[in-house]
């Protein structure tokens, strides 16, 4: 067997046409000279969206127009030697997908899943002519990810996926070739697609990385590194240099979309460490994601929006984000509520003891009243009404994160 490959996941940007492809692939093939890669790929940016829609019959998408976007990427990737093969193959997964879309096998979920995995497996099949028109040998690996039954959100089955990699990753890395992995999909017990959800790629990365027993997995994306709040909320945003599984699955937990929460689990488990990079600014640092727990201090902000903040029996069946105590026989609980009006905005990392009170005072200066404040699993949790809660996100990041790195620095 040969050493244990770097794992590369390709987010559906970083694929997101021709020119992408091309960088996805450049990328890849450079780690590829000095060791073995397994590239694991994402649906063309809008693509799993697209696919969704086609079997909800919510979307006027076609498979005529699926595949036409991944042939248009395709001859722009792919040279005229590996153009053939790769437009049989996008051809082929078109008429494999209009089958599954005009007989549905299985139940509602399972069909659903079944269709939204085409995403991935169109990608795959790009990504590997564009690393052979590079001159890397690269061949598609499918679904080594086993997972149980439970279709849009599957749970990986870590021994199941080790053996399934034994027999479709490493012969291909064993051969000298890359091993192109479509993401977001795997196989239940019966071998049935499942999914592992939205945005669960980087979750197939860190699985495949722990079957194979990789030391390292980079998630390359559109931006570089977690920032220390959503750089779409926050303009000051800025990327964290590191941060503990902990500290990124909480923050995965509560708002930052470019990990998925379950990522950290696989790597947590086998101490393998996870790098965030941008593949458009290869040069920047981006954020490693390790066992270490870092300095005190609050190191990004999350935010959670949809709840409602209760009094509940302590019996009760309803869908709880976080009890904050208890009393008399009644909990007090934020609840999961779409329409409740109240966000949750988290400082997440190792607070220092003045922090909470700091961020209440700021709040207050603000003209935002806390509905409640205090430490929970989630980290300092201030319970704030929906309306302020994007400035609710800014005024804490300025108070806790900002002004505590200008302190270091001084
Ligand atoms: N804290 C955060 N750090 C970085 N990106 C974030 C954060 N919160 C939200 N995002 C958003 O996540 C996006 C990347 O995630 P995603 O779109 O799923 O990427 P990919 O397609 O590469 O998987 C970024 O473009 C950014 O808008
Ligand atoms: N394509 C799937 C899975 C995924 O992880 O995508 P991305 O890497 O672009 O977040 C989705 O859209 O949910």
Redo the contacts with the bound molecule.
């Keep these: 067997m040969s050493e244990a490959p770097l794992v590369m996941?390709?987010?559906?940007?970083?694929v997101g046409g021709g020119a992408e492809f091309v960088r996805a692939a450049q990328i890849a093939a450079g780690a590829a000279e000095s060791g073995p890669v397994a590239a694991v790929v994402?649906a063309m940016?809008g693509t799993t969206d697209a696919l969704l829609g086609m079997t909800a019959r919510t979307s006027t998408a076609t498979t005529g127009g699926v595949l036409d976007r991944h042939l248009a990427a395709a001859r722009h990737a792919v040279s005229g030697r590996f153009l053939p093969q790769v437009e049989s193959w996008l051809r082929e997964l078109a008429a494999r997908l209009d089958r599954t879309l005009r007989s549905p096998n299985g139940s509602a979920a399972a069909h659903r899943d079944a269709v939204a995995g085409f995403g991935e497996r169109f990608s795959a099949a790009v990504l590997a002519g564009a690393l052979c028109s590079l001159g890397v040998p690269a061949r598609v690996a499918d679904d080594p990810i086993a997972t149980d039954a439970s279709f849009g959100g599957a749970a990986v089955d870590a021994a199941a996926t080790r053996r399934r990699a034994a027999r479709c990753v490493w012969p291909v890395l064993d051969g000298g070739a890359v091993a192109v992995v479509p993401g977001y999909v795997g196989r239940a017990p019966d071998g049935s697609i499942t999914t592992l959800g939205r945005?669960g790629?980087?979750l197939s990365a860190t699985a495949l990385g722990r079957a194979l027993g990789s030391r390292e997995v980079w998630?390359?994306?559109?931006?570089s590194?977690?920032?220390?709040?959503?750089?779409?909320?926050v303009p000051e945003?800025a990327?964290v240099s590191g941060l503990s599984y902990r500290e990124a699955a909480a923050?995965a937990r509560l708002?930052?979309?470019?990990?998925?929460p379950k990522t950290m689990q696989p790597a947590a488990a086998s101490g393998m460490e996870i790098l965030?990079k941008n593949?458009f600014d290869l040069g920047a640092p981006g954020t490693r994601i390790s066992a270490r727990e870092g300095a005190p201090g609050v190191r990004?902000i999350?935010l959670r929006r949809g709840l409602s903040l209760e009094r509940l029996p302590a019996a009760g069946s309803r869908s709880v984000f976080c009890v904050l105590g208890a009393d008399s026989g009644s909990v007090r609980a934020l609840v999961e509520a779409p329409d409740g009006g109240v966000a949750v905005v988290a400082g997440i990392g190792a607070p220092a003891d003045g922090d909470l009170l700091c961020g209440i005072r700021a709040l207050e200066a603000a003209g935002i009243h806390p509905l409640w404040a205090g430490s929970t699993t989630a980290g300092l949790t201030f319970a704030v009404p929906d309306g302020a809660a994007v400035e609710a996100v800014r005024v804490l990041h300025r108070e806790l994160v900002r002004a505590c790195l200008v302190e270091e620095v001084a």
């Design positions: 996941k390709f987010g559906g940007t970083s994402s940016s945005g790629s980087d998630i390359l994306t559109d931006v590194g977690v920032f220390d709040a959503d750089p779409d909320l945003a990327p923050f708002g930052a979309k470019v990990l998925h965030v593949t990004c999350g």
